[in-house]
């Protein structure tokens, strides 16, 4: 079982949509959560970290759920410029951090 | 525009070369560590160096040699690469206190032939 899953997508969505990505994580003592965000042929960017008690930065909302361990990323009113792989990211222990494979979204208008 | 720096953008070498990457950032972080990504996967961890120490080494192959000068600059030494090493090698640092926040280069990419 690989230490972090996300679903490879790519998910296709209209303009304006709601799209909401998982990530499954297998260590349960993983400290730290995050999604990254990659450009096409770039690097790799922090889009948010991730808490128990969920968090928002205007469009976006994540979520954690060490129970079950899971984070969510929730993408609300969709723009164009959202097209990216989505890079769910969690921090194991020390500096060890994995990347998932990354779910890739197009936002078509 | 990112405020770690990688050189060179892209290099292209043989097999019998020895090629290095170099990457700086000057924002005062402390841990520093090199990716490899393959095209259409995530990144792989390879080395990590906190405050100038090696502090991971993911069983990297021995023809990849990191090292950190100082707090502000990572290498990574070359030496005999297969084709199979072609791939986006990026560099990251991280501030003190907050390991998994991961501040990217632009990436160098690396073709062996």
């Known amino acids: 079982r690989k230490e972090v899953e996300q679903d490879p997508g790519p998910f296709n969505v209209p303009e304006g949509a709601t799209v909401a990505f998982n990530c499954t994580y297998s260590?349960?003592?993983?400290?730290?959560f995050f999604w990254y965000r990659q450009d096409c042929r770039k690097e790799p960017k922090l889009l948010m970290s991730?808490?128990?008690s969920g968090n928002e930065d205007g469009r976006f909302t994540a979520q954690l759920n060490r129970a079950s361990q899971y984070i969510s990323l929730l993408i609300r009113d969709s723009k164009l410029s959202d097209s990216a792989t989505y890079l769910c990211?969690?921090?194991?222990?020390?500096?060890?951090?994995?990347f998932g494979a990354g779910t890739r979204l197009f936002v078509k208008a | 525009d990112t405020e770690v720096t990688q050189t060179p953008k892209h290099l292209v070498m043989g097999m019998t070369n020895k090629k290095s990457l170099k990457c700086e950032q000057h924002?005062?972080?402390?841990?520093m560590y090199w990716y490899k990504q393959k095209a259409k996967k995530p990144p792989e961890l390879m080395f990590v160096?906190?405050?100038?120490?090696?502090?991971i080494n993911e069983s990297v192959p021995s023809r990849f040699s990191p090292e950190c000068p100082n707090s502000s600059l990572l290498n990574l030494h070359l030496h005999a690469l297969q084709p199979e090493d072609s791939a986006l090698y990026l560099c990251?640092?991280?501030?003190?206190?907050?390991?998994?926040?991961?501040?990217f280069g632009e990436g160098s990419r690396l073709t062996v032939l």
């Open positions: 990251a640092s991280s501030p003190p206190g907050s390991t998994g926040e991961l501040f």
């Open positions: 260590n349960s003592a993983s400290q730290s």
């Open positions: 991730v808490y128990s």
């Open positions: 990211v969690v921090l194991t222990g020390g500096f060890k951090t994995i």
């Open positions: 924002m005062g972080h402390r841990a």
């Open positions: 160096y906190s405050y100038e120490k090696l502090s």
